[in-house]
């Protein structure tokens, strides 16, 4: 078991001039981001995608290891997606894959680690011993 | 219509010392994230939430501004919630809402800007002109 000093990591992510029509298309989307999920190495519960008239496309896919969301704005080649995971898996192929697909030919992000530790023990009422990472049964 | 400076706004909240009973309850939590999307002004879209044996509960409610999402570590006390809206509603009562019904005893907050639209703009190869508010239809 590894000893934990964050739960999670979650990266907030800026994509630009994107492809437009991938941005609209929601089945397209939804296969994008439950691929992105496994190629991060997750494990995927479920997933929803609506597509919102005239615009763009919502949606969640919620992992064991916590969640990915997006949002697009077609017609703004714009998505802001979100990568939370926990445990050992690597939210940055997701990104990496996600780029590609989503033709985006600029990105930021921005990573904020969820869950400190430190932060949590110092709050809690209760001695809460060693936190280690224990993998989630779905 | 509304001259935007960012699409969205995202509040990433840290809930420590929470009630564990209310964590680790699916459906407590579905009914909560729920009731916070509607008094923050927002129209749900759908919502799926997830228990994980044995331990906590993870879900997302679509909205049609954006998200609400929270994964719970109930043998911590502990919660991450995520409120990205979109448009002229106020995340913020949705996080004061979610303290009281989650018990917590401390909370801290992250704000961050999505979209920004001087940046969709600068790194757009079309002239997008000025960036409004556009209410979705669900």
């Known amino acids: ?29 939804e296969q994008y981001m439950n691929e992105a999920a496994v190629r991060c190495g997750a494990t995927i519960v479920q997933s929803v995608f609506h597509h919102f008239n005239p615009w763009g496309v919502s949606g969640a896919v919620i992992i064991s290891e916590s969640h990915l969301t997006i949002h697009t704005w077609p017609e703004y080649g714009y998505a802001a997606v979100d ?8 939210p940055w192929v ?26 949590i023990q110092r709050y809690s009422p209760h001695n809460l011993g060693v936190i280690v990472h224990k993998p989630a049964e779905v």
């Open 1 to 29: 078991m590894t000893k934990l000093d964050t739960l999670g990591r979650h990266i907030l992510v800026e994509y630009y001039n994107c492809d437009e029509d991938v941005l609209r298309d929601p089945a397209v989307i």
């Open 94 to 119: 997701g990104f990496d894959y996600l780029e590609k697909m989503l033709g985006s030919q600029k990105t930021e992000s921005t990573e904020i680690p969820r869950g400190v530790t430190s932060k």
């Open 83 to 90: 990568l939370f995971t926990c445990g050992d898996i690597n």
